[in-house]
């Protein structure tokens, strides 16, 4: 029985959403900003990358094509002449810009409900929600409550939070409350059991995250996230790719945050590792374990937390080329029948204002043994991912979606 395989690059995206201007983010354009920035000098760092972005797997199998697609111009990374994969570039339908609403959609069940959001004031959380977290968590009170990046309140409240013992709160344009709190101070443990309570003093307000950001340092400057971050997420639609594997008693791997992001709800064997090169360590462990008829996906987070988000587009590039000069590898672990696909469920253009997610189209790279190169075009939605996995592995069909021919 075939396999399949989904790797998502967290927030690569490829530009020209044609509804960016609702979200602010008209001109965004991830790949094709970095691209751009290596090839004018702006991507060089000493000791870490030099010169061009160089991704030759990824471009063989056409992700320069995908990105002019997308934006219906040539990029500062060259179309290729011949493309050896299947190639094109995807559509999110479901209203956001977040990593749910993504990661939803491409398995088949995109988010219909609406997000709730928290507004860009201070306070930022209603004062029924932190009143409660407070009470029911039995914390001496809370710092934050406002719209802020994560590197930035740290060093705003980290030697407050050791001094009280207050947790960290805030969020951004995404539907999300995040809350940081000190490893040794506060305790990892103790911080996930406060999200695991914001978590259901959420659920009214559609919140479509809680996300646990533990730290370290005892001082501005030497404040760092630790690796053990933990995402509460709300439950994903009914129907989607991991239910359709899992109703068919197919063996199902999650790498990375993937079972956070799907309440770990039908995600199989969880397969965690701090940043993307241990993770597709994992990952070159896994593929031959994997069964026949066997599912895997995997999300590869540091794109967007460690660079889109810190603006960094030195580290962004080199992040790219790093994860590129893996994939032979992996490619070389298929066999016949298996069937893989790159994406990205948003963007995170680290050349764009501000530190937010960016709402763009995202790349769609299809390779394995016996693949037909081709073009697949626009898919009109992440979805159409889901509904080619499933029917190449012979499930029954997700909620959403329209598979591409193979041949």
């Not at 129907?239 to 993937?258: Q, V, W, Y």
Request: glycine share 12%; aromatic share 8%.
């Amino acid at each position: 029985m075939p396999r399949g395989f989904l790797l998502v690059m967290d927030s690569v995206g490829c530009g020209g959403a044609e509804d960016a201007a609702s979200y602010g983010d008209e001109g965004a354009n991830t790949l094709g900003h970095i691209a751009q920035a290596c090839a004018q000098g702006a991507g060089d760092r000493i000791g870490l990358r030099k010169g061009p972005l160089h991704l030759p797997f990824m471009q063989a199998l056409g992700l320069g094509n995908a990105m002019a697609a997308s934006i219906g111009q040539t990029t500062a990374l060259p179309p290729a002449e011949r493309p050896c994969g299947q190639w094109g570039y995807g559509i999110e339908q479901s209203a956001g810009k977040d990593t749910p609403s993504g990661h939803w959609e491409i398995a088949g069940a995109p988010q219909l409900r609406a997000w709730g959001y928290f507004p860009d004031q201070v306070p930022a959380l209603p004062k029924s929600l932190t009143d409660a977290l407070v009470r029911e968590a039995q914390l001496p009170g809370l710092l934050g409550n406002c719209h802020a990046s994560g590197t930035e309140i740290l060093e705003r409240f980290g030697v407050e939070h050791i001094k009280t013992g207050q947790p960290i709160v805030y969020t951004s344009v995404d539907s999300v409350l995040q809350i940081a709190a000190h490893e040794e101070h506060f305790g990892r443990e103790r911080l996930y059991a406060v999200c695991a309570i914001a978590r259901r003093l959420c659920d009214p307000l559609a919140i479509g995250r809680v996300i646990a950001r533990p730290f370290i340092g005892e001082h501005p400057g030497a404040f760092t996230r630790t690796p053990f971050r933990k995402d509460f997420a709300m439950p994903p639609p009914e129907g989607n790719l991991f239910d359709r594997a899992h109703e068919a008693g197919r063996t199902i791997m999650s790498l990375g945050k993937i079972g956070d992001i799907f309440a770990h709800r039908n995600t199989g064997e969880e397969i965690k590792a701090a940043g993307n090169m241990p993770l597709f360590d994992r990952l070159l462990e896994a593929t031959p374990r994997l069964a026949d008829g066997g599912f895997l996906f995997a999300n590869f987070v540091d794109f967007d937390t460690e660079f889109g988000h810190r603006r960094d587009v030195p580290g962004y590039a080199a992040a790219l080329e790093a994860f590129d000069n893996r994939l032979p590898a992996f490619a070389q672990l298929m066999r016949p029948g298996d069937l893989a696909i790159i994406t990205a469920d948003h963007g995170n253009d680290p050349v764009f204002r501000g530190t937010d997610h960016t709402r763009e189209h995202v790349p769609i790279l299809v390779f394995g043994p016996g693949v037909s190169p081709h073009p697949i075009g626009a898919r009109k939605s992440f979805a159409d991912i889901a509904a080619t996995l499933v029917q190449h592995l012979g499930l029954s069909p997700v909620m959403s979606g329209r598979a591409w021919p193979m041949d």
